[in-house]
Structure formats: C-alpha cells, structure tokens
C-alpha cells in the first residue's frame, strides 16, 4: 500500500530552520554562566532570539513603535518582526513630501 507523501512547503522549511536556531539560542544560553544568561541575544550575530517572558511594553516597542526600525526581533520567540509603528510613518512621510495627494 503506497502512502501519499507531501512535498515540504517553504512554511515547512521556514517552520524547520527557526526551531534549529530556537536550538542553537538556547544551547548558546546554556553554555554561559548561569548569572550571565540574559535569554535574548542573536544567533550568529544575525537572528534575533527573547526567551524572556514578554511585557506589554516590548509587545508595544516591538510592534507599533514609529520611531524604531521597520524590522525588530520578536517580543518572544526566534526572528523579526513587523514594526507597524514604522511602516505608518514611512507611508506617512512619503505622503506628506510626496505632493501626490493634491485634488484635480
């Protein structure tokens, strides 16, 4: 009886190579000094990781903050996240120099 096999999607792959680096973040914790650990850093000085319990203002920093970059590490969890703060400020700022919004 032949079994239907699914090909890996990117999602799968994506889903893969975060829970690998989630891995990696965590043993790179565990191999400092237990007063030392801080649980968020980057892996490889390019993937951001924060295993500490999220708060309300880091959820706020990380997600609607139009002051900071368009892309941040994640208020928990392995990899970026989408600063909407930011992105309303880009689009506002290219609107208002833009002059594109006259009435005809």
Same mark, same amino acid.
């Given at each position: 009886?032949?079994?239907? !096999? ?13 829970? $690998? ?5 965590? $043993? ?9 650990? %801080?649980?968020?850093?980057? $892996? ?13 203002? !880091?959820?706020?920093? %990380? ?14 969890? $392995? ?23 006259? %009435?005809?």
């Amino acid at each position: 009886m032949k079994r239907d !096999r699914r090909r890996p999607t990117i999602g799968d792959i994506w889903k893969l190579a975060l829970a $690998v680096i989630g891995a990696i973040a965590i $043993v790179q914790e565990l191999r400092k000094p237990p007063d030392e650990r %801080t649980w968020h850093g980057k $892996v490889s000085n390019l993937v951001p990781y924060d295993f500490r319990l999220p708060t309300v203002e !880091r959820v706020r920093l %990380t997600y609607w903050n139009p002051d900071g970059p368009l892309l941040s590490g994640k208020a928990f969890g $392995v990899g970026w996240a989408f600063n909407f703060g930011a992105l309303m400020n880009l689009v506002g700022k290219d609107r208002s120099s833009d002059g594109s919004e006259s %009435t005809r």
